[in-house]
Each structure stands twice: as structure tokens, then as C-alpha cells.
């Protein structure tokens, strides 16, 4: 099977300042658009390296009306993280809506590798992920985000294999890990070379698509289940 085509006057702490909110809600307009913004600079100096005068630089505007939309880098995060995952629900929400599941699955694993800001989400997500590791408060909303799209992952495994979105979590939930490990792998290490990119890029499509087919295959051993999935 193929896949087809008052604001403070320095830059505060974020470390032992306190719970962020995990269930940020989505950013109103204008804080979406300044964040797509913020996106280049973060993955263009770090983090660390990009101070919140050097974001607020990005987007044209002043300091102290840039804390005002986003206190702490974290916070920022947060609300990039609650933008991504809006358009993640619209995307799997169409996947279940899809005649062919399955197919539906891998077109849009391709298109997000595929994109023309790969590497710069790329780079983006690598050093999210580095920030994760030194502090806890970033490590929660990354995981947060992880377990919401293990979540939707087990609700397509359960279209699939005509189960509750239960019965697939509990079979299933080692696949979705693996697919989430390799597809943001894939895009943190993204080699700079266009035939290497494309190499890596077929390579992990190709190991997705043998988890998918172990679905399929597990899915046919699978107790009928009282309640599938419509």
C-alpha cells in the first residue's frame, strides 16, 4: 500500500513560576497571527537564544506589549500548542469522516512531512523538545499534546478495527506511540540534502505503513467488541 499524494521591565523566569495552563485555550486572531511570527524566530535562534525582546523585535512590536499578549516563553508555547492541536482535530476529524480510513491516514502524514515549513518546524519541534527536557512545565504540555493525539489515533484504530475507542487504546496505544516517535523524529533530524531528505522521509512512511498494516492484521483477531464504532 503506497500514500498518495503592566508589563515587567526584564524578562522573567519561567522556571519555578508556577503551573502553565495545559488546557490553554485556542489564541484569538491576532495572538495566532503574531505567533506565526514568533515560529521563525524560535526556530531560527533557540529557545534559549531567542530573548523575549528578540520575539517581540520579530513581530514589530514593542516589549511591554508583547508580555502583555504572552508572559513567559512557556506561555507562548502553550498557545502554539493549542493552535496546532485545533488543526489537528479539524484534520482527524475528517480521517474518521473518510470512506477509506486508513488511506485518509497516511495522505496526511505525507502532506505534513511533505510541507514546504518542514524544516522549520522542524527545527522548531527539536528545540521545544530540548526546552521539554529542562523544564517541567514545557514537558507537560508536550505531553499533554502527545497523549490528546495517542487519543485520536485510538479513535481511527477503532474505525479500523470496528472497536470502542477503549478496546483500541488498549491494544493499539504502542502503535500511535510509535508513529508520533517516528514522524516528529523524522522532522527534528531532517538532513539539510533534498535525495537524503527523500530517502528518510520514504523510509519512515514505509515503517508507518507496516504499523498500520499490523493494525489491520491485529484488528482480525480482535474479540467482537459489544459497541463498534459507527
Avoid at 480521517?95 to 522549520?120: F, G, K, S
Amino acid at each position: 500500500m503506497s500514500y498518495d499524494s503592566a508589563a515587567p521591565s526584564s524578562e522573567p523566569e519561567t522556571d519555578g513560576a508556577g503551573p502553565l495552563r495545559p488546557e490553554s485555550s485556542v489564541p484569538d486572531s491576532r495572538s495566532a497571527e503574531i505567533l506565526h511570527a514568533v515560529r521563525q524566530a524560535f526556530a531560527e535562534k533557540g529557545f534559549d537564544g531567542a530573548s523575549m525582546q528578540d520575539l517581540a523585535r520579530a513581530v514589530g512590536m514593542s516589549v511591554g506589549n508583547f508580555y502583555r499578549y504572552f508572559p513567559s516563553k512557556a506561555d507562548i508555547i502553550a498557545q502554539m500548542i493549542a493552535i496546532d492541536m485545533q488543526e489537528l482535530s479539524a484534520e482527524f476529524a475528517m480521517i474518521l469522516q473518510a470512506p477509506d480510513t486508513v488511506a485518509a491516514l497516511r495522505q496526511t502524514i505525507r502532506r505534513h512531512m511533505q510541507e514546504e515549513q518542514c524544516d522549520q518546524e522542524g527545527a522548531l519541534w527539536a528545540e521545544i523538545t530540548a526546552a521539554a527536557v529542562r523544564k517541567p512545565d514545557v514537558a507537560a504540555l508536550v505531553r499533554q499534546m502527545d497523549h490528546q493525539i495517542i487519543d485520536y489515533l485510538a479513535q481511527i484504530f477503532a474505525k479500523i478495527a470496528g472497536v470502542t475507542p477503549a478496546v483500541a487504546a488498549a491494544q493499539f496505544t504502542a502503535h500511535g506511540t510509535l508513529i508520533i516517535m517516528l514522524f516528529k523524529g523524522c522532522m527534528m533530524m531532517m538532513p539539510g540534502d533534498p535525495k537524503a531528505q527523500a530517502a528518510l522521509q520514504a523510509l519512515v512512511l514505509r515503517t508507518i505503513d507496516c504499523i498500520l498494516n499490523e493494525i489491520l492484521v491485529l484488528s482480525k483477531e480482535l474479540p467482537n467488541d459489544p459497541a463498534p464504532l459507527d
